[in-house]
């Protein structure tokens, strides 16, 4: 569902929720009367009032033992269409008396009483909590309470959700003003690549613009705890925004008509904040070398074939090292412009240098760095155990097993004086086939 719209509070002009909006001033007269005694002017029955000034009253009233109470009847909202009509209707210009304005107020209230609920014949779930509204299941522990926009969503694409006919629905007129807003709301926002809602989009749309499927993007959520919504977006939509920026390349002004942002430089400040985020609470956890030790690397992420074919001792671990690249944007700087153009892309990129378990399990992403002639594989790799890039040499042990590409050639005899192994392909140097050893061995 699109992002909720914030209401003002009529007395502390403080900004309330969406879900608020039940405490409206136009309840009754006597909170017209304290709204206006309190705050000095005219309480309009369109008004909201967030919880904390409703409590005020309620203690108010309280404190008045009820003498006020022949005024606390319900008060009719203004309606726009009837404010509009005036201006095209010919000006009465006979005297109403206060009896026909006291009149026509109880016929008002007469009517409203008579129409305070509407009755709608449509599939519903039961309001049971004991198990699922999909499956039969009773478990407490995974089951959640859905959210308004959740339901809202179900009701656009399901229609119902159960195969039982159940009792007629009765709303009144602030659930179908709830029930207006939300689907004007889910109008306003069709179209886009809206990600408020987790089932609004399915695996494969997941997959093609952030690079993670819905579950592994569900969790990647969890981790940003210390990021809040704002008036502008969504954690959702900025996590989805900050991934599609790196996935797909598209620039801010893409990316702002995609996500229906305003401005684009808005979208610049929702990937740093995004990149703080994981700074702080992803990365220090879930990546880099002080995340996982040795033991659990070997115990748990090495593979039996990598064990017999590679390691000789009993707690040899086997690394695999190798580059990867990431695309951006052409720099107006003529310097970076130059030595981040890859001649074999013939694109601009950035090149981290990862490092991974024997199951693909990655360890940490030394970089990035340059792509120009000076920063290929080689020297990527010996730049980073010459200088420790990120404390790797504090992780790595003697004997331990580096598998690498031959790419890699000529940084052997450095890891060598570190005292690591290394697992390449052999060459054949002008020969027609390998030894059977060697061949056996690459």
Not at 206 to 229: I, P
Request: net charge neutral; aromatic share 8%.
């Amino acid at each position: 569902m699109p992002r909720e719209e914030r209401y003002q509070c009529f007395w502390c002009e403080g900004q309330i929720n969406h879900g608020d909006r039940e405490y409206c001033a136009g309840g009754s007269v006597l909170l017209r009367v304290f709204l206006a005694a309190n705050s000095g002017r005219r309480a309009n029955p369109d008004g909201f009032v967030c919880g904390i000034c409703r409590r005020r009253y309620d203690r108010w009233r309280k404190a008045m033992q009820n003498d006020f109470d022949h005024l606390d009847v319900p008060v009719n909202k203004t309606d726009p269409q009837k404010n509009e009509e005036p201006m095209l209707m010919e000006v009465d210009t006979d005297i109403v008396t206060d009896n026909e304005n006291m009149e026509s107020e109880n016929e008002e209230s007469q009517e409203e009483k008579e129409m305070k609920s509407v009755k709608l014949s449509i599939w519903r779930t039961s309001k049971s909590h004991g198990s699922c509204i999909v499956c039969p299941v009773a478990d407490s522990t995974s089951m959640r309470v859905l959210s308004d926009e959740q339901r809202t969503m179900i009701f656009l694409t399901r229609q119902s959700v159960k195969q039982s006919k159940a009792d007629d629905i009765f709303l009144n007129k602030h659930n179908v003003e709830k029930l207006i807003d939300n689907f004007r709301l889910t109008l306003k926002h069709a179209g886009s690549l809206y990600c408020d809602d987790p089932g609004a989009l399915d695996n494969e749309t997941y997959k093609t613009s952030t690079g993670l499927d819905g579950d592994h993007f569900n969790d990647l959520l969890d981790k940003l705890t210390t990021m809040r919504n704002s008036r502008l977006r969504s954690v959702r939509v900025a996590l989805a925004i900050f991934l599609a920026k790196i996935r797909l390349a598209f620039s801010n002004r893409v990316l702002a008509c995609v996500f229906r942002i305003a401005f684009r430089r808005s979208v610049s400040r929702i990937c740093h904040q995004v990149r703080v985020t994981l700074m702080q609470n992803f990365v220090p956890y879930d990546v880099g070398f002080q995340h996982v030790s040795r033991e659990t690397i070997f115990a748990q992420h090495q593979t039996t074939v990598a064990t017999e074919l590679l390691a000789n001792g009993q707690d040899q671990v086997v690394l695999i090292a190798d580059g990867t690249y990431f695309f951006c944007q052409k720099s107006s700087n003529n310097e970076f412009q130059r030595r981040t153009y890859s001649q074999h892309k013939h694109r601009h990129l950035v090149k981290p240098m990862i490092i991974t378990a024997s199951d693909g399990y990655i360890i940490s992403s030394l970089g990035p760095f340059f792509t120009d002639s000076l920063s290929d594989d080689a020297a990527i790799l010996k730049h980073c155990m010459l200088n420790n890039e990120k404390q790797v040499l504090f992780w790595l042990r003697d004997n331990h097993v580096l598998v690498l590409d031959c790419g890699f050639r000529d940084t052997v005899n450095t890891l060598n004086r570190f005292g690591l192994q290394v697992a390449m392909p052999g060459f054949l140097y002008n020969k027609k086939q390998l030894p059977a050893d060697e061949a056996n061995r690459t």
